[in-house]
């Protein structure tokens, strides 16, 4: 059942998936995981430098955005992987985010969930697929390459090609089983998305 105080609480971005009762220790986590994120992050760059992230090689070469796309900026994400229990495993539902402008995650500036999708405050949005993926490191979810399949709106996601997501922290499924078919689970992460344009 959905908890409202717990959506009220935890702000985060609505989707269609409800969102796990234990709200004190996803808080817990997620603060733990932002400061994790912020004490180690090696590739970080303020979000005005407009910089691409520094990727491990050759691990993570297959990253590499194509030739003549440039970041256009970056956001700081801050939330949680959402996960449902078949029975065997847990099965991917959804991201559930909201996007900051620095890695103190001032300046909130959107949020991203289901598609995967990233929305900024204006409404503009951006959806994209999968491309490749890298795991560099083995307690938190891949580092991401991410093509757009489509845009809406004007605003910062207008005219974006790609998307790289890195220096992520948490967010893997749950070790113990689920209590029943069918319950989710919140798993806090953070992460920096990089958003490129082209540039001819």
Same mark, same amino acid.
Not at 97 to 110: I, K, Q, S, T, W
């Given at each position: 059942m959905k908890d409202k105080n717990n959506d009220k609480v935890m702000n985060y971005p609505k989707t269609n998936h409800s969102y796990s009762s234990r709200c004190l220790p996803v808080l817990v986590t997620l603060g733990a995981l932002a400061l994790q994120a912020f004490a180690s992050i090696s590739g970080a760059r303020a979000s005005e430098d407009n910089r691409a992230p520094d990727l491990p090689s050759p691990l993570c070469d297959r990253l590499q955005v194509q030739p003549g796309n440039r970041v256009a900026f970056h956001v700081y994400a801050l939330g949680v992987q959402i996960y449902r229990w078949n029975g065997a495993s847990w099965d991917f539902v959804a991201p559930? !985010?909201?996007?900051? !402008?620095? !890695?103190?995650?001032?300046?909130?500036?959107?949020?991203?969930? !289901?598609?995967?999708?990233?929305?900024?405050?204006?409404?503009?949005?951006?959806?994209?697929?999968?491309l490749e993926s890298c795991a560099p490191e083995p307690t938190a979810i891949a580092w991401l390459l991410l093509q757009k399949v489509s845009t809406e709106g004007p605003g910062i996601f207008d005219h974006v090609t790609y998307i790289q997501r890195v220096n992520t922290a948490g967010g893997l499924p749950p070790s113990n089983p689920g209590p029943f078919v069918g319950a989710e689970e919140d798993v806090p992460y953070t992460a920096e998305y990089y958003f490129y344009r082209d540039q001819h």
């Open positions: 559930s !985010a909201r996007l900051f !402008a620095d !890695a103190e995650y001032h300046g909130e500036v959107g949020i991203h969930y !289901a598609g995967p999708t990233w929305e900024s405050n204006s409404g503009g949005k951006v959806i994209a697929s999968r």
